[in-house]
């Protein structure tokens, strides 16, 4: 099991920083695409101080009128939508580059609960 998202994606002393997690998202998302060509992996993440905001699943257009809940969905359509960078996006981009990485499928879920 592998648990990403917030601090996970900083290093020690790292400000919490969109952009620095976008870099450190690329190198996790290689490292565990690396283990998935020996062992089966589950992707999982947690909420820190956002827990108290848990929705169901990444939602596309959260927060606005035309939020929509995405159950499933290929590499090339999550590459099309924009996820905030403070949120689900680094943690929907690294699911999604070890899925093309890999050919395997990844799983966001609240909580990490599967």
């Known amino acids: 099991m592998v648990a990403l998202g917030g601090n996970a994606l900083l290093r020690r002393g790292e400000r919490p920083d969109a952009d620095l997690q976008q870099v450190n998202v690329v190198a996790a998302a290689e490292a565990i695409a690396e283990l998935t060509t020996e062992h089966e992996v589950v992707l999982t993440h947690g909420h820190g101080p956002q827990v108290g905001m848990l929705v169901p699943t990444v939602v596309d257009h959260y ?14 359509q999550l590459r099309a939508r924009q996820f905030p960078a403070g949120s689900v996006g680094p943690k929907v981009d690294a699911a999604r580059r070890v899925v093309e990485l890999t050919g395997n499928v990844a799983a966001l879920t609240p909580g990490g609960k599967p």
Not at 65 to 74: D, G, L
């Open 63 to 76: 927060g606005t009128p035309q939020a929509t809940p995405i159950r499933e969905a290929t590499p090339a």
